[in-house]
Structures are given as C-alpha cells and as structure tokens.
C-alpha cells in the first residue's frame, strides 16, 4: 500500500479543484472514507486471511468494481450531504478507484486484484514508481519511512497539487 495519508491527496485535490459548492464537507467526508476504506483488508492479515486470498490485503476491497459498488453506496447519502447525487457518484468513485490505482504504482507486495470478483488476477501498471509503504506503522518513523514519503510526495502529491491547482484556475476564469 502507499501510506493512508497519501491516499487521502486525491479527494483533497477533487475538493480544491471542484469547489465546496460541488463538493460540500459532507461529501468530502465521503471521499476521504471512501480513499481509506480499501485498506481495511490489511485487517484480514491479523485474523489469518492470506495476503493473496480473494479478500486478502489488496483482494476484493481494491476492485475496480468495489469502488463503484462504494460509490453507488455513499451516492444514496448524497442529498443528506446537500450534494448533487451524479457530482457524489463520480468523486466517490475517483476517490475510492485512486486507492487500487495508487497502490498498482508502488514496488513491492503483491499485486492488486483490480477487477475482483470477475477475476482474482492481480495487477500492478507499468510504472511502479511509488516507494511501497511498509505494513507496521511505526516503520514509517525510521529512514525507510522517510524514503517511503519522499516517493509519495513526488509521485501523489504533486500531481494532486497540479489537479487542484488547475481546477481553482478554470473556476477563476469561469467566475
Ligand atoms: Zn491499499
């Protein structure tokens, strides 16, 4: 996995780039959920679940389909977050796939089940360039934790900045 801060950066960047008027706290709430929940498989190593086992760590909770399932789930409470449900739908959704995707670009573990159920295949994409986060928390606090940031700075933040900053430029221009 990359760090569960580092995939909160997504649905920041929606926020920033979309507005508080398209994507009110509420649904921003949801989004950054929606970014964490995959990595509550890393549980399942805890109760004996295989990491490689459909519902292992980045099995199941990592789909493609998940995500959508997810986002169709936290779109339903779209209206009682005073946001449009299809604006709800479409930033779970990024928010909630960002985090398979992400973790498909880190170097190490094994690799994600993106279309699980359908397939129990397990993908990384073709650029693995985000350093992988360790599974013990307190790692992150040594050297390697550093180096671990460094890469998910570079590689995560970045272009989140990039999206937010281009989505507050088109809304200036728009106003
Ligand atoms: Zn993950």
Redesign the pocket.
């Given at each position: 996995?990359?760090t569960p801060l580092s995939?909160l950066a997504v649905p920041l960047a929606l926020t920033a780039a979309l507005g508080t008027d398209s994507v009110p706290p509420g649904l921003m709430a949801l989004a950054l959920v929606c970014a964490v929940l995959?990595?509550i498989?890393?549980l399942g190593l805890w109760l004996g679940i295989p990491y490689e086992h459909p519902f292992g760590?980045?099995g199941f909770t990592?789909s493609l389909p998940f995500a959508v399932a997810l986002a169709g789930a936290g779109a339903l409470l779209a209206p009682s977050v005073g946001a449009d449900a299809s604006i709800a739908f479409w930033v779970l959704l990024a928010s909630a796939a960002s985090?398979?995707l992400?973790?498909a670009l880190t170097n190490g573990g094994l690799g994600?089940a993106l279309f699980s159920p359908f397939s129990s295949r397990r993908y990384f994409l073709p650029w693995r360039v985000i350093e992988v986060s360790p599974l013990r928390p307190a790692v992150l606090f040594s050297r390697r934790g550093l180096h671990v940031l460094r890469s998910e700075m570079r590689w995560v933040w970045a272009p989140c900045l990039v999206l937010a900053l281009a989505g507050l430029a088109l809304r200036g221009l728009a106003d």
């Amino acid at each position: 996995m990359a760090t569960p801060l580092s995939h909160l950066a997504v649905p920041l960047a929606l926020t920033a780039a979309l507005g508080t008027d398209s994507v009110p706290p509420g649904l921003m709430a949801l989004a950054l959920v929606c970014a964490v929940l995959p990595d509550i498989d890393a549980l399942g190593l805890w109760l004996g679940i295989p990491y490689e086992h459909p519902f292992g760590h980045r099995g199941f909770t990592h789909s493609l389909p998940f995500a959508v399932a997810l986002a169709g789930a936290g779109a339903l409470l779209a209206p009682s977050v005073g946001a449009d449900a299809s604006i709800a739908f479409w930033v779970l959704l990024a928010s909630a796939a960002s985090h398979g995707l992400i973790d498909a670009l880190t170097n190490g573990g094994l690799g994600i089940a993106l279309f699980s159920p359908f397939s129990s295949r397990r993908y990384f994409l073709p650029w693995r360039v985000i350093e992988v986060s360790p599974l013990r928390p307190a790692v992150l606090f040594s050297r390697r934790g550093l180096h671990v940031l460094r890469s998910e700075m570079r590689w995560v933040w970045a272009p989140c900045l990039v999206l937010a900053l281009a989505g507050l430029a088109l809304r200036g221009l728009a106003d």
